[in-house]
């Protein structure tokens, strides 16, 4: 089957239109259909516009602004102060959009700012396809008005799919947030436009059957390409929906590559039979550039180690793997950022993202650290061909997301169930870094673990010997909790609690010393408590009650039970306490694939 080209196509309208009787409307219908597509965007690119402000006021805030030296106990307040009124409203912001939060089945949930979102976004699309679609006889919604601008408006928004889709994120670079965030307004748009797409569909049905007399029919191609697009979409929505997505993730990312391949080429066509192809090739250029940085990157970081073996694996426990990498000559990353790792000798297609467990150096032999929870799929293939000093060859393409920014803050508090302890222990290992060289981020730093089993201390023992040795200028505090044998509450804090063997369970919970932290040095800033779950509302609360004006910065890496727990001790609004003095709060949740700074 071959596919009409542009002039065959107005040859085809000219023909339709040919066959109608004058219609006085045709000329208004045209007009905004051309011309609505067009203030969608205006909108849109003025939202981002703000926002990216908002992102890049907030970077001089924070690295212009000196720091107060920690207080011990409760820090006074003083009279209530207008003058810090701009601080309380931006922290009820903060709580109202980020931190309170609606739930979406047992396991999910959406806070307030993504429920705005996406009903703003519907809003959005739909009024601009509906309004003003009353034709001159007096009908009002005149499907001959609406349809093809519904379609236009879904066309022109492919470019905003894709774009949130992508790793290398042009709004993850104008805003801040990162591109494993943007991945919910993806799908949010993804589903928008799939009911917008069959609103056009039927609006267009209408007028065939009704009104053209079947002046253009099924028979033609693009009328074909448009109906497949449809039906692409839809069946993207529907296997995207988390349960689904979930039960079966990496069949989930083929057929997610697939229908999304059929769908964009057949809008395509569909688009330029009517000549819109302009519509929906910004779309296709997108995804070529995505795809061909991330190859590009996969190129520069091969080299002859990596093809000898650059990786080796550590079996740590049955749930969880240590894998080496040897350090790519070009690769660059900031504490906190993940890599997606490709290992042939155990799949060859996939690609699965992973943070590293630490911080650039010099250090021409650096290997980058990753800690990895054993789950079904890649990980636990890998577990099974692995064994302790196992070679495997892994390319890496990265590194990815956006992690806080600690410095600027009174007090830094990084909390982290289980495994991760992978994004909160470089964090904290920059902020030491950077005491020892003199330039204090913060004042004081909290570092709180809950565990499952006390063994995973060793994990980081040897890391936090060379990180604290001889830091002076900074007020650190290492909070160890060991939860094994602790009152369970409503949802687990470390991946590792669940399926653990007997076998990797400690006999006996360690003190310091027995946990790999013998050096005195070390051991005065550890504490580790047994059989019991940290305290977080009352830590943090201490933490706020101590801090005397400016932020603090509270960072959460663990399973959705632990950033919800601390979302809710920092719910309560806090907006006197702070025109009196207190400190506001940026909260940044990592919770096992999504993240945001709020």
Known sequence: MSFVTTSSANQLLDAVVAAQTVDPDRVIRIGRAAEYPKQVWYFIASSVALVSLCHCLSLVYTYTRTLKPASKGIAPRGRVS???????????????????????????????????????YIAVVFTWSLINSTATTGLKLDPKYWANTAGNIAASQLSLLVALGMKNNIFSFLTGISFDKLNYLHRMVARVLCVLIWVHAGGRVHCFFLLLAGAVTWDHPWVQCGLLA??????????????????????????????????????????????????????????????????????????????????TVDVLSSHFLRLKVVKPKFLRWAPGQSVYLTIPGVSLIQAHPFTISGVETVDSEEKLVFLIRVRDGLTRR???????????????????????????????????????????????????????????????????????????????????HGALDGVSNVEVDIYIYITEGAQEGEGEWDDSSVNMDPEDKAEELPTSSQAGISDPNISRFVTISKRQRPDLTGIIDRELSACSGGTISINVCGTTALAETVRCALRKPRC???????????????????AVSV
């Open 230 to 311: 449809g039906v692409s979409l839809t069946l993207l929505s529907l296997v995207s929906i988390r349960p689904i997505r979930d039960a079966g993730y990496e069949v989930f990312k083929v057929v997610h590559l697939a229908l999304a391949f059929i769908f964009i080429l057949s809008a395509y066509f569909h688009s330029n039979g009517l000549g819109l192809g302009y519509y929906v090739w910004p779309s296709i250029l997108l995804w070529g550039l995505d795809r061909f940085l991330r190859a590009l990157r996969l190129f520069l970081f091969i080299s002859k180690t990596t093809l000898n073996g650059n990786a």
């Open 82 to 120: 207008l003058l810090r009124l701009p601080h309380a409203l931006v922290e009820l912001f903060r709580i109202v959009s980020f931190r309170c939060t609606i739930p979406v089945g047992q396991s999910h949930s959406l806070n307030v700012a993504e429920v705005f979102l996406t009903a703003a």
């Open 382 to 464: 890998l577990l099974n061909k692995a064994q302790d000093g196992y070679k495997a060859t892994v390319f890496l393409d990265g590194p990815y997301s956006s992690p806080p920014l600690l410095r600027g803050h009174e007090r830094v508090i990084l909390i982290a169930g289980g495994s991760g302890v992978a994004f909160t222990l470089p964090l904290l290992l920059d902020v030491l870094r950077q005491c020892k060289a003199g330039k204090p981020p913060c004042s004081r730093v909290l570092f709180v673990w809950a565990i499952r089993d006390a063994s995973h201390i060793a994990w980081i023992s040897g890391l936090l």
């Open 576 to 594: 006197t306490d702070i025109l009196k003095g207190g400190p506001s709060v940026v909260l940044h949740v990592e919770a096992f694939g999504s």
